[in-house]
């Protein structure tokens, strides 16, 4: 409303200025549209007049090379009429093209400036004849940039005096305007301040209604927050339920074997006692006593260990193996040792491992967690990647680069990992091997041992049929990063 009442006063200014002033304004009127005009036909009657004139100098100049080209013609002088137009050209800066053809339109001479002209151009053409029969046809091509500076700077001295005359007479009307219409507009003014109050007011209750507004979506993002804490509670609890259910089948196994072992062992045993009790047992019922009982305690004694061995695993995923502390490692000699303590796995195998570590390399971190993370990687290959291999290799590099950093550097040359197994290998329990012997907790332990206890990263590249590669970053100074092996 505002705003249609401003138009309507700045309408009707100038309606009441023409009634009251009606020939001072008709005055300015033709006045400004006589400056106007007269500028144009300035300007018009100056280009026609530069045209004609840089008309009548291309005009010459095309008489000077007719000459020059009827001479050479008659001489039979083509080189020197090709010449005459290359220095020509060199010359002249405006000249664009020159071209002499004969009758029959063979080229014998001709000159093209370098580029493309900026401007329009003036072309003329030149018959040259003998004795009424055609010679030589010239034609040449001039350049008009410097007519259309010429225009555009008279172009603009004309219009900046039309400026400044319109700038006079605006001044004169603007006078005579704030004479008639400065009290609408005070009018005006003051209402448009009470309308800016009132939108001032608006405004005001509007930021009032965002805030609230903004509030009450905070909360529902809270418990928005607080619900995906719960599905992703809720979703940790069902994957450790599958995969204790994992856990238990790989160790029901050997404990289910040890079970019936014992059983056994129990019973021959009862049986072996009433016998010697009776005095009826013979020499070689109890030397099959002790063949089934020594059988037996291996039996018991084997699969007990592989449960020890799965139990201590699936400790370790929530407990750091390096409780024992830090200390200062000599890397290379670590590594081969623990590469020595895994030889008797290579056993009737022919995979090969190689170390390429610095010598002078010196660490302060967990034995433990190395041990872990090396033994597993080591591991995973024989049980993993060297399936139905007969001859793999592995290679382990240790740099340590300008920040500081260790870089250990760990691959095989085994059959790889498919890209959706190899983006799931860190998960808890994933294996490709369930209730073949694989539990799927030795990368998990790597990765838990490399990100917490370690503070560094691990990444894995593998391209199915051309092996795995483990790149594992931690700093030289463990306990000065991780916060979690105590040193």
């Given amino acids: 409303m505002t705003s249609s009442r401003t138009f309507s006063l700045l309408c009707a200014a100038p309606v009441g200025l023409w009634k009251r002033y009606p020939g001072l304004l008709l005055f300015s009127l033709v006045l400004g549209g006589f400056l106007v005009l ?34 050479s013609i008659l001489r039979s002088e083509y080189a020197i009429l090709e010449r005459v137009f290359q220095s020509w050209g060199e010359g002249n800066p405006d000249l664009v093209r020159i ?22 151009t003036l072309p003329l053409v030149r018959v040259l004849r003998n004795r009424d029969e055609p010679l030589l046809e010239i034609s040449i091509e001039y350049s008009l940039h410097r007519v259309e500076q010429e225009i555009v700077r008279l172009s603009v001295q004309l219009g900046v005096l039309s400026v400044l005359l319109m700038v006079m007479l ?20 003051g209402r448009r301040r009470a309308a800016e109050d009132a939108l001032h007011h608006l405004n005001e209750e509007l ?42 089948h790989e160790i029901n196994t050997p404990v ?81 040792l623990i590469v020595s303590s895994l030889r008797p796995k290579f056993r009737g195998t022919r995979h090969q491992i190689t170390v390429d570590c610095p010598v002078e390399l010196e660490i302060h971190g967990s034995p433990s967690a190395l041990f872990q993370i090396l033994s597993n990687l080591i591991m995973n290959s024989l049980r993993h990647g060297f399936e139905g291999m007969e001859q793999g290799s592995m290679h382990v590099q240790v740099v340590l ?15 790889g ?43 894995c590249q593998s391209v199915p049929g051309e092996g795995t590669e483990f790149w594992i970053r931690f700093p030289r100074q463990m306990a000065a990063q991780s916060g979690i092996i105590t040193c």
């Fill in 38 to 71: 007269q500028a144009l036909l300035v300007i018009s009657g100056q280009y026609h007049n530069l045209y004609r004139m840089h008309r009548e100098r291309v005009q010459h100049e095309l008489d000077l090379i007719s000459m020059v080209a009827y001479e």
């Fill in 99 to 120: 071209h002499a053809a004969a009758p029959n339109g063979f080229v014998l001479a001709r000159y093209q400036a370098a580029g493309s002209p900026e401007s329009a």
């Fill in 170 to 189: 605006g001044g004169v009307l603007w006078v005579i305007l704030r004479m008639t219409a400065v009290r609408p507009l005070e009018q005006e003014v």
């Fill in 207 to 248: 930021e009032q209604r965002v805030e609230r507004r903004t509030r009450e979506l905070k909360e529902s993002l809270q418990a928005l927050s607080v619900a995906r804490d719960r599905l992703y509670q809720a979703e940790k609890m069902a994957s450790l339920g599958r995969l204790v259910a994992g856990i238990a």
């Fill in 256 to 336: 289910g074997i040890g079970y019936t072992a014992a059983s056994f062992l129990e019973d021959r045993t009862r049986l072996a006692l009433e016998r010697l009790q009776a005095g009826v047992l013979s020499a070689e019922e109890w030397a099959l006593y002790m063949n089934a009982a020594q059988e037996a305690t291996r039996m018991i004694l084997t699969n007990l260990e592989r449960a020890v061995q799965l139990i201590r695993s699936f400790k370790q995923v929530a407990v750091d193996p390096s409780t024992e502390g830090c200390r200062n490692i000599v890397l290379s000699e670590h590594v081969q």
């Fill in 401 to 415: 680069d300008p920040s500081d950093t260790v870089v250990l550097h760990y691959r095989d040359n085994g059959k």
């Fill in 417 to 459: 990992i498919v890209e959706a197994d190899r983006v799931r290998i860190f998960e808890p329990f994933f294996t490709t091997r369930l209730g073949q012997g694989g539990s799927g907790l030795g990368l998990y332990i790597v990765y838990n041992l490399v990100t917490h206890a370690m503070g560094g990263s691990i990444a």
